[in-house]
């Protein structure tokens, strides 16, 4: 069974740092591309970043480009997410989703972490 | 504002069927067969519901069905049940830098 689990979430104060991570079982966590989504309470979903299997290339959002670094472990099956010089606008649900690369979709998520910025 | 354009909110009585549409451009919806659709209940995580326009994944129920007519994708609901009363975003791959888009989701009432 496909399993996703975030952690590292938490309330953090506006110019800090938090790092989550993302640690997959189940499936062959190196063969896939991986994704962070986010969902700001009450809003709608917005994808965040995506690092393919071997670390080759990677995507960011405009909104978080030059602030988040988004990272993998293959040997610890785990995914991560450098979140730097952070804004209250990026108070958010952050899911780790499994990209299928051959078909372009999600077919996995986690259960998400929040991430409060707040002073 | 969200890259792809969904309606807020559709409305339907059990066993009929409902239709959201998600409308993008040619850089995204029109130009890829890559659309995905996922269902959100309250507090819980997305899930898969219709991958490359119109397939299912498996134990998806076959109500949910999905097509594709230029730069707008549509997912439809047939036979509402309930369950169905959550909320349903579109995604597309996107030849942009950002590589993928959501839309602004739709929230799904069974009256």
């Known amino acids: 069974e496909v399993q996703l689990v975030e952690s590292g979430g938490g309330l953090v104060k506006p110019g800090g740092s938090l790092r989550l991570s993302c640690a997959a079982s189940?499936?062959?966590?190196?063969?896939?591309?991986m994704n962070w989504v986010r969902q700001a309470p009450g809003k709608g979903l917005e994808w965040v970043s995506s690092?393919?299997?071997?670390?080759?290339?990677?995507y960011y959002a405009d909104s978080v480009k030059g602030r988040f670094t988004i990272s993998r472990d293959n040997a610890k099956n785990s995914l991560y997410l450098q979140m730097n010089s952070l804004r209250a606008e990026d108070t958010a649900v952050y899911y780790c989703?499994?990209?299928?690369?051959?078909?372009?979709?999600?077919?996995?998520w986690g259960q998400g972490t929040l991430v409060t910025v707040s002073s | 504002q969200s890259a792809l354009t969904q309606p807020a909110s559709v409305s339907g009585s059990p066993g009929q069927s409902i239709t959201i549409s998600c409308t993008g451009t040619s850089s995204d919806v029109g130009g890829y067969n890559y659309v995905s659709w996922y269902q959100q209940h309250p507090g819980k995580a997305p899930k898969l519901m219709i991958y490359?326009?119109?397939n299912r994944p498996s134990g998806v129920p076959d109500r949910f069905s999905g097509s594709k007519s230029g730069n707008t994708a549509s997912l439809t609901i047939s036979g509402l049940q309930a369950e169905d009363e959550a909320d349903y975003y579109c995604?597309?791959?996107?030849?942009?830098?950002?590589?993928?888009?959501f839309g602004g989701g739709t929230k799904l009432t069974v009256l």
């Open positions: 690092i393919s299997s071997s670390s080759s290339y990677i």
């Open positions: 189940g499936f062959t966590f190196s063969s896939y591309s």
């Open positions: 989703a499994r990209d299928d690369g051959l078909t372009n979709c999600n077919d996995y």
């Open positions: 995604s597309s791959y996107t030849s942009s830098s950002t590589l993928r888009v």
């Open positions: 490359e326009v119109s």
